[in-house]
């Protein structure tokens, strides 16, 4: 089964608006990550939520997390052209083996000015 | 801000050959990670070191991988004998503490690999 599947796979909007990414996953986990790429970059931290909590803010992002839902959604105030990139959500697994970090395909948001 | 860094961006490499990809990790930092990811896919872990010892690998991780801190400062991902799906970036990653996933991970540019 697949953990940390994001939707949707690709998202177009003007900028100014609200970019909304969701996550979804099929295990308990203890906590939630949520990164960002840049063409060709690495990836970088955004928040983190654990999964005693239900919604977290930094900046112009608001993290939601419903662990009975086993969903998470990334809500991007506000867009500027600078937030064009990959996000992706990654999960920390209750029983996850020897994977520490399972992360979803992602969603390509392009923010058009 | 401190960065993790790797070496080369790019790296050709012809079937079969041996690939070294270096990576200098956060100077404090603790743990340490490997990451690939095949074009257009997720992320996918393939190890994690701390204290000079490999704390856990993935499925992907086999035979043809090593790992290895052979100073205070670098860290390193060999490949073997590279086969044509090795083609990937791979990205490493650092953590202060056992960072698992309770803490955030900090990751280098990545090291695009090309096996002709």
């Known amino acids: 089964s697949q953990q940390g599947e994001e939707d949707p796979q690709a998202l177009s909007i003007q900028e100014g608006e609200n970019a909304t990414m969701n996550c979804s996953y099929k295990?308990?986990?203890?906590?939630l990550q949520w990164y960002r790429q840049n063409s060709g970059r690495g990836l970088v931290h955004l928040i983190l939520?654990?999964?005693?909590?239900r919604e977290k803010h930094s900046g112009r992002l608001r993290v939601t997390l419903d662990t009975s839902k086993k969903s998470s959604s990334l809500l991007i105030t506000a867009s500027r052209a600078a937030d064009t990139a990959s996000y992706f959500c990654?999960?920390?697994?209750?029983?996850?083996?020897?994977?520490?970090?399972?992360f979803g395909k992602g969603t390509r948001l392009s923010v058009i000015a | 801000e401190p960065e993790v860094t790797q070496t080369p961006s790019h790296q050709v490499t012809q079937m079969g050959q041996e690939v070294i990809l270096r990576c200098v990790p956060i100077?404090?930092?603790?743990?340490f990670y490997w990451y690939r990811q095949i074009l257009g896919q997720k992320v996918e872990f393939l190890v994690s070191?701390?204290?000079?010892?490999?704390?856990?690998k993935s499925e992907i991780f086999d035979d043809q991988f090593s790992v290895e801190r052979p100073d205070g400062s670098n860290f390193t991902l060999k490949i073997r004998s590279t086969k044509l799906e090795d083609s990937a970036m791979y990205f490493c990653?650092?953590?202060?503490?056992?960072?698992?996933?309770?803490?955030?991970?900090?990751f280098g540019d990545g090291t695009r690999l090309s096996i002709l």
């Open positions: 295990t308990s986990i203890n906590n």
């Open positions: 100077s404090n930092h603790l743990y």
């Open positions: 990654a999960t920390d697994q209750v029983y996850s083996g020897n994977t520490p970090l399972v």
């Open positions: 070191f701390y204290n000079n010892e490999i704390s856990e």
């Open positions: 939520i654990r999964s005693n909590e």
């Open positions: 990653a650092s953590t202060p503490g056992q960072g698992r996933g309770n803490q955030p991970q900090h």
